[in-house]
């Protein structure tokens, strides 16, 4: 089955979405291309978006689709993918995810696991505090840098 192709509406339509948020970036990779997106001037609410477009390779590997929102909301702390690679919640397939929303972690806490040529390196919390949401699916792609979860430090 074909993966459907995202058209000029579809791209219209997500850029409405993220129009109305703080956010100035995604980044949307697949098997077939990587969109990125980037709010100019800024970074206001409501400023003008930029496209680019990189197509994958006829023959490169299969890629999890990957939307990482680059930007963090006030009060909140981004954990950052150390390195590029793929990104991981739980330790094996069908393992329960090292955290869930709501979990309460400390800096030392590993959280995930990004792999890097087949090396498996750990991610870990960074800060003390509760996980109130995680950006990157399991097995998306991810940058090194990139947003993965974002924790609320405790006061």
């Known amino acids: 089955m074909n993966e459907p192709f995202l058209t000029p509406e579809d791209i219209a ?17 697949t098997a077939r291309f990587r969109l990125t997106l980037r709010r100019e001037g800024g970074g206001e609410a409501g400023g003008r978006w930029s496209q680019e477009w990189q197509w994958a390779a006829a023959n490169g590997p299969a ?14 702390v981004a954990v ?4 590029p ?15 869930e929303i709501g979990a309460h972690v400390d800096g030392d806490t590993v959280v995930g696991i990004v792999e890097t040529m087949k090396l ?3 991610v870990h919390a ?14 998306a792609m991810v940058e090194g840098g ?10």
């Open 146 to 155: 990139a947003t993965l979860m974002h924790i609320r430090p405790h006061a």
């Open 63 to 76: 890629a999890a689709v990957a939307a990482v929102i680059q930007d963090t909301p006030p009060g909140l």
């Open 13 to 29: 339509d997500i850029v409405a979405i993220l129009d109305g948020s703080d956010y100035r970036e995604l980044d949307v990779a």
């Open 85 to 99: 690679g793929a990104f991981y919640r739980a330790p094996a397939p069908g393992a329960a995810p090292f955290v």
């Open 126 to 139: 960074g800060h003390a505090g509760e996980v109130v949401a995680i950006v990157a699916d399991n097995g």
């Open 120 to 122: 498996m390196n750990p």
């Open 80 to 83: 950052a993918a150390p390195l």
